[in-house]
């Protein structure tokens, strides 16, 4: 009976977990895109560059493109109502919105540009990083960002899949013991990276590059780098222009702007 009770214990907790993952969805909402507007939605980090493409592609066509980014409880119940296009910050992110959003399905999502993985670290790297081996063989105070099976984010994984990436398990549990922190969505660990003054944050280049003032970065060693993909997802029943804002993200202006956030092919 004990045994039982465990095992029904774990059942309630995943079955919980489940569903604090993937927001539920507002039953007397109805999806109705076409408004004018290209109303976009999905995480932080890709939306910098997705706001100055939009921004580039308004005054060139006179489309109106609103970008709504963040913790997708920020944006969910909107996107409901009006998303023409649902990006994704990797794979996994994206499969997850396929499962929550019925009006974009795996069919009409298509990869469009690569990010690397770096390493954060304070201005003037004052730890002196030089790379992963130096985070598994040196003391570092390491902030890495993870879903916990809660949170929908392109970072859940990263650091094990880096640190892995060789096949020693030793690596695994020498950088374990020095993250101090395993923060929920990349904001949430830049802040937590600043807050406690750790040495290391494991996160994708556009960060950096987009808060030079505060944080430099080193590059992930070339054996161990890893990259994820923006995903881009069209609505069923989007707005026309939608498709010309994708071909616009797509094309040679729209990679240059992209290219400058770490973005490539």
């Known amino acids: 009976m004990r045994r039982y009770m465990v095992v029904a214990g774990l059942v309630v907790q995943m079955i919980g977990q ?25 995480p932080g ?11 580039v592609f308004s005054l060139k066509k006179g489309i109106s493109v609103n970008v709504v980014a ?34 974009i399905n795996d069919k009409n999502v298509e990869p469009v540009y690569l990010r690397r ?6 201005k003037g790297n004052p730890k ?7 985070l598994i063989d040196k003391p570092a105070r390491i902030v890495v960002t993870e879903g916990v099976g809660v949170y929908n984010t392109s970072g859940t994984g990263v650091w094990e899949d880096i640190v892995g990436r060789k096949g020693s398990l030793v ?26 003054n750790a040495d290391a944050w494991i ?11 505060k944080v430099d970065y080193i590059e992930v060693e070339p054996e161990r780098r890893i990259y994820r993909d923006l995903t881009l997802a069209i609505a069923k ?16 202006q729209g990679g240059s702007i992209f290219s400058r956030e770490g973005w490539t092919h």
């Open 18 to 42: 489940s569903a604090i993952a993937s927001p539920q969805l507002n039953g007397s909402i109805t999806h109705h895109p076409k408004d004018g507007v290209i109303n976009v939605y999905g």
């Open 128 to 134: 002196g990083v030089r790379g992963i081996e130096d």
């Open 70 to 103: 963040g913790p997708e409880s920020r944006w969910t119940e909107q996107a409901q109502k009006n998303a023409d296009l649902i990006f994704g910050s990797s794979e996994q992110s994206m499969s997850a919105f396929i499962e929550t959003y019925p009006f």
């Open 203 to 213: 996160t994708w280049i556009h960060w950096p590059l987009n808060h030079s003032d």
């Open 237 to 252: 029943g989007a707005d026309p222009q939608t498709q010309e804002f994708i071909d616009f993200i797509k094309s040679e």
């Open 117 to 122: 993985a770096v390493i954060v670290v304070q």
């Open 45 to 55: 980090g890709p939306d910098t560059a997705l706001r100055r493409a939009a921004e």
């Open 171 to 196: 690596d695994v549990k020498r950088f374990r013991n020095n993250i101090i922190a395993y923060a929920k969505g990349s904001g949430a660990s830049f802040k937590a990276f600043q807050q406690q």
